[in-house]
């Protein structure tokens, strides 16, 4: 039988410490960014902007549904802010084809007031749409009653 000495019985112990509290934080970064995606299942462009989540850090959780009328009204989605698709993540609605830095901009800042951000509509140059030329486009902030503010400008590639 080995003796431990009790400096070495306090290495093991801190070590053990240390391992126990890292890890989870490590498996929770590798798990990604939850984000649940709402989508209509025919959607192409709204597949490709789930992949454009995924390579940047995101898992999602896609539902694909024929009721995205009723689910733009449970997430109080003002008809001129609507796009194709619809997702939730912190707590946050994202609407259409925000940029994965948008959302996670969104996700660290937390800002009062607003219940989502969204890109209106379907701008070509917007992640999952990736057509050419570039063409600018704005992400919008918005509260439970369709009020907007520019969230973020998209000028380039």
Same mark, same amino acid.
């Given at each position: ?10 290495? /093991?112990?801190?070590?053990t410490a240390a391992?126990?509290?890292?890890? =989870? ?8 960014? =939850? ?11 709204? /597949? ?9 850090? *995101? ?9 995205? =009328? ?11 802010? #609507?796009?194709? /698709? ?46 050419? =030329? *570039? #063409? ?5 902030? *918005? ?8 969230f973020a400008k998209?000028?380039?590639?």
């Amino acid at each position: 039988m080995t003796d431990i000495s009790r400096r070495n019985a306090i290495r /093991h112990l801190a070590a053990t410490a240390a391992a126990v509290t890292v890890l =989870p934080s490590r498996l929770r970064a590798m798990a990604g960014i =939850p984000i649940a995606v709402y989508k209509d299942a025919s959607c192409g462009c709204c /597949h490709k902007w789930v992949e454009h989540l995924t390579a940047n850090g *995101f898992t999602a959780s896609v539902t694909d549904t024929p009721a995205m =009328p009723a689910i733009k009204t449970k997430y109080k989605v003002a008809d001129r802010l #609507q796009s194709c /698709h619809t997702a939730v993540a912190g707590g946050y609605v994202i609407e259409g084809h925000v940029p994965a830095g948008d959302i996670k901009k969104l996700l660290a800042t937390k800002p009062r007031g607003i219940i989502g951000i969204t890109i209106p509509g379907m701008p070509q140059s917007a992640p999952g749409m990736d057509m050419t =030329p *570039f #063409q600018p486009y704005l992400v919008l902030s *918005f509260d439970e009653k369709g009020n907007t503010s520019v969230f973020a400008k998209h000028a380039s590639a």
